[in-house]
């Protein structure tokens, strides 16, 4: 189903009235029957953000002289048990990987609407067929393994980089198998080079086609919903997207004409304006403060001033869709809780993998408190 699909502009003015009440009626429908349908899984979540790592542990976490210390500060949490025999990197990522699938399965469990279940697994399933592509057209290595939190199982991209050259699209679901040759497509159309470079090209145009189809595609799942807050979360993901992909095509040497072209289309703020503005990110700002109403003043400059490096607006990115998270906690009733707290869930489970991995390579602790997000508490 084409979540997000429009009628028709040649109805005429009654049909349009009867469309009207039509969701009128949904709408309240919905909202009557979302204590009984949301009801349990409403009451599991408020007792699952209890759960949720406060402040003060992750700087314990951070602070730890080594990893053996870690696991003794999280073994009176529930990463406790998961981590209990773990001690090599390969088995963090496995142990943190068992942790967001047991809450996905949850999320399932929570009778959520497809639309946003789809969100949290189609970015699985463009993450799989992402590691095919560069595989198979710029001469990457096979990943160690496929992750199991998409909608497709992880079998049916392992076919895939087995097939041949000429059938290992048909191993593919439909609709990925389009999006993969329509990727292609865009990814080889450009200009001539061989070798490594040739394979470095490629794959960053396969980065560059993904983040376009991908984030295309999450606008028509979070338009469909009827959440507002869903919504506006989606043209949010979208600004972000199009603030990132503007300001790499600038330091490329792009042109407006170029970088409007490959702007995603569903966010806030018009493509030519982002296009055309000398920083991507500054184009998106009043947009941001607007969807972001009530968080505090430090809150907004601490992500405007993230948005301004490059080096940091993935962070910031992180950070603006977690704002959005605690609006959508504060929702009595419906989906919002429950997809916020998802997202607070994935925003600890990456916070984890940064400080645990972190830990274990080594690093210094300064520089894992730079690589560290801001805890949704």
Do not use: C
Request: no cysteine.
């Amino acid at each position: 189903m084409a979540y997000g699909a429009g009628t028709t502009k040649t109805a005429g003015p009654g049909a349009k009235a009867a469309r009207r009440r039509v969701r009128r009626l949904r709408y309240a429908y919905d909202r009557a029957v979302e204590p009984i349908v949301y009801g349990f899984p409403l009451g599991r979540v408020r007792v699952l953000e209890g759960r949720l790592l406060p402040l003060q542990r992750l700087e314990r976490l951070v602070e730890a002289r080594d990893f053996a210390e870690q696991r003794r500060i999280l073994a009176e949490t529930h990463y406790g048990e998961l981590l209990a025999d773990v001690v090599t990197a390969e088995q963090v990522e496995d142990a943190l990987e068992d942790a967001l699938e047991e809450a996905y399965d949850f999320m399932e469990e929570s009778r959520l609407p497809e639309p946003v279940i789809e969100f949290f697994r189609i970015r699985y399933d463009f993450l799989n067929l992402r590691m095919l592509l560069k595989m198979r057209v710029a001469d990457a290595s096979k990943p160690r393994r496929w992750s199991v939190h998409g909608s497709v199982p992880p079998e049916v991209f392992e076919a895939a980089a087995e097939a041949t050259d000429e059938d290992w699209l048909d191993e593919l679901p439909p609709g990925l198998a389009a999006t993969a040759a329509q990727v292609i497509e865009l990814a080889t159309s450009g200009e001539d080079s061989e070798g490594e470079a040739a394979n470095a090209v490629e794959a960053a145009a396969i980065d560059l086609a993904f983040d376009k189809a991908l984030y295309e595609r999450i606008h028509q799942i979070t338009a469909y919903e009827g959440s507002a807050w869903f919504a506006r979360l989606g043209r949010i993901m979208v600004d972000m997207a199009n603030a990132r992909i503007a300001q790499r095509a600038r330091r490329f040497g792009k042109d407006t004409e170029w970088i409007e072209a490959a702007l995603i289309e569903g966010g806030g703020v018009p493509r030519e304006a982002i296009a055309a503005a000398e920083t991507p990110a500054e184009a998106i700002m009043a947009d941001i403060r607007a969807a972001l109403m009530g968080i505090s003043p430090d809150e907004l400059e601490s992500i405007a001033r993230q948005l301004g490096s490059r080096q940091t607006m993935d962070i910031a990115a992180d950070n603006v869709v977690l704002a959005m998270a605690k609006k959508g906690r504060m929702v009595a009733i419906g989906v919002e809780p429950i997809a916020s707290y998802m997202l607070a869930l994935e925003n600890e489970i990456a916070l984890l993998r940064v400080v645990l991995i972190g830990k274990l390579a080594g690093l210094p602790t300064p520089k894992i408190h730079e690589r560290v997000r801001e805890l949704y508490v």
